[in-house]
């Protein structure tokens, strides 16, 4: 595995979940983190976690549903460190209405928003200081709905999960030839805060069953320390223990959470 020393890294998302687990053993590996998210008490959690432990940290504020706002907090961080060399699009969101039949525009729309507008916006901004060095890698965090649409994921989730996934394909078509690897990753069900956005969110025995953050995170980590010679272009990763979803899809297919 390839050392991770000196690379600069900015994690979306980085305060909960996913994303403060990849930050986490990022700088565990030796990249510099940048962690970035809404909200900054999360986030200064992260990177309170990441220097108490002997990493290098520092954390961002930025609505990731705003293009202007991405630009300049792109620019920024080009500006301050010359270049991204591992992007983590990880922020995301579902919707409260699951079902196809009644979910608004709105909530469509901000769903579309977190979980493609902002990573393309992002990475586009990101993408020249990484072809004018030839390297870097881009981490798309998807789901298994992108892969397996379900009425318990979503109409808009799945769809943005998949789009997303088609996003990475095209990317990485581009960025191969210019040493840039294009990594996409889908989870299963993970114990994280976005559960709760569920019309049934998962109690406390049925959580114990998921994944948790650190296992996504192991496989990222895994994709991004490999020789620049090697490339994971898809990972798609689940819980050993199947569950009877039976009763999730019955509560998303409500107009309103339970």
Known sequence: MSSLKGQTAFVTGGGTGIGRSIAIDLAAAGAKVIVCGRRAGPLEESVQTITAAGGAASAVTCDLTDPDAIEKCAQALLAEHGMIDILI???GFSSKIRSARYIGAQEWR???DVNTMGPVVLTKALLPAMIEQGRGDVVMISSMAGLNPSIMAGAAYSAAKAAARSYMSVLAQEMRPHGIRCITVFPGE???PILDNRALPPDAATRARMMLPEDISAAVMMAVSLP????????AIAA???RDMSEDVAAAKTKQSI
């Open 240 to 242: 050993t223990d199947p």
């Open 190 to 192: 993970v114990d994280t």
């Open 89 to 91: 699009n990880n922020a």
């Open 228 to 235: 620049r010679r090697a490339w994971v272009s898809e990972l």
């Open 110 to 112: 901000d769903v579309m």
